[in-house]
């Protein structure tokens, strides 16, 4: 007996538009442009009308959009969106159908009133992000744990450091978690591009390079330089010079919430003259006593009230933001440690001015440059588009799909909960998605790092337990949705962990200690991405999820790509062939071709996996059409 079909039709027949060039004609517009944006109306739904409201100066105002032609399928209706303020925050409401009355905004379709919060976004702000990071893909690196060149046998070791051999385990017992070094170094790193260039890699994320007085370098002794032990100034420089060859970017990460409690500022300040300097007001003090980022005292916290500080971070040449970037430094952009506590304390919250003046300075000085925050948690309020380009976005893709796959028992080991993680279905895991990134703009989204793990947290291969295939799931996941998906050294051959430190160990350089499996599978999938502009810079739209599936499409104006992936075996989902024009004329760009009939195709499992289906409509529908400054 089989399993009756799960039709999926549903997500299909509602309305769709997203923040893409599939539905905006530009997604980054200068202020005063107006934009034309479109919306798919199925014609089942039965809409005779449309508006797009939005918010010029916070009043609401209603544009009407016009029928700009119909397809066997959708009606496709066309609007001019005023870019009045910086921000246009713009939703639909559809009239006619059964309940005469909707709206369609980022978290889908609503019979009802809703407030802002999820409405579409086109950002006006200045400096967009740079084309080349849309769609990119990022590799983090580590770097004591990457790769040893034999400059690093001559180096000798600081007072606080243990040596390690590149074969002993990782100490995770304090303090000698922070203290074992292996000596990987930038010239280990260099010797290594081949691995990345074969497995796709358009960003090297490199974690801090600064002196310090631990292996993670999160607490900097200086920004002046770069570490000697992973070989200096001249060796980042190699490093960047190399990757650019290869056609590869390269990221540097800087704290801007604090140093470490040996840096020169910081010894400055609390020297015995340190209240007479004007470094004291770099840092927070409290009674008599500097505040410390969450009380570890290596790392006392930066006080952004004083306009010198954030001078010397961002404004001044030689200054770290500055410094490192662009021709001169070799870098092509930051990610930002501990982003979303930048600028707060107590009654003190100027993280948005600091994000904004930290982009602004970076523009100036190196327009093609991009900037990431970590934020662990709810970055929607963070995000109002003039800031951070993007964030790790462990909030909306890496829990939820950890919720997904994870197994069974033990809680991971991270994200600071008092209470296990749920299991959910995959409704719950796309519903939780939605959530997060209908409250930003489309262009944070896709500038922002979908991750499935990182140097902080528990490996996926870890996470998954004894079904490695689970891995292949969340690559799937990762590589086909709309973001720069990020990978950590090593997730791509199969390294453990079972939590942050823990998962920091040395890069295995034999390959007979590899997952070749799992390295094929990372490979192909970033090909897949790689060689589609769907999957690349494509929208997006949820087809089906239920269970142990989710089925959701990429599309551009000339290309379509249907992904399918599966936790585990589930039966028979259909989904009508006249929903996915010209689908019939495809390929399997990843996975098993596509079981299809004359009147449906067909998605079943038989274990944990994915698909990718690529083709070209013929028929895709209208396309927004570039728009005048008002």
Known sequence: MTDAPALAPSWLALPHHDGSTRYVANPTPRLGEVVEVLVRVPLGAQVTGVHVRVTPDGEQEFVPAVLLRETATDAWWAAPVPCHNPVTNYRFLLVGGPTKYAWLNGSGVHHRDVPDASDFRLVAHESPAPEWAEGAVVYQIFPDRFGRSSAADHRALPDWAIPARWDEP???????????????????????????????????????????????????????????????????????????????????????????AAHEWFIAASGPDGKDRPERDYYIWED?????????????????????????????PTGVVRKWLGPVGGLDGWRVDVANMTGRWRATDVNHDVARQMRQAMVRHAPEALVVGEHFHDYTVDLPGDGWHGVMNYAGFCKPVWNWLREEGPDPMTMGAPAPLPVLDAAGVVETMRDFTSRIPWQTLVHSFNLVGS?????????????SRLVDVAAALLFTMPSMPMLTYGDEIGMEGEFGEDGRRPMPWAESEWDLRLLEVFRRLIAARRGSDALRRGGLRWVHADGDAIVFLRETVGESALVHVARAAHGPVEVPLHLLEGVQTGRAAYGTPLDMTTVAVTLTATEPGARVWVWKPTDGGAEPRRKRES
């Open 170 to 260: 990782v100490q995770t017992n304090h303090p000698a978690v922070a203290r074992q070094l292996y000596g990987g170094d930038l010239d280990g790193i260099v010797e290594h591009l081949d691995h990345l260039v074969s497995l796709g890699v358009d960003v090297i994320y490199l974690t801090p390079f600064f002196p310090a007085r631990s292996n993670h370098r999160y607490d900097a002794s200086s920004f002046e330089e770069v570490d000697p032990l992973l070989g200096g100034d001249a060796a980042l420089r190699r490093l960047t010079e190399a990757a650019h060859a290869r056609g590869m970017k390269v990221m540097g990460d800087v704290t801007t919430n604090h140093t470490g």
């Open 288 to 316: 008599g006593d500097y505040v410390a980022w969450l009380g570890v005292r290596s790392l006392p916290k930066l006080n952004h009230l004083n306009p010198e500080l954030r001078h010397r971070l961002f404004e001044s």
């Open 455 to 467: 140097h902080d947290v528990t490996r996926i291969r870890t996470l998954v337990g004894g079904d």
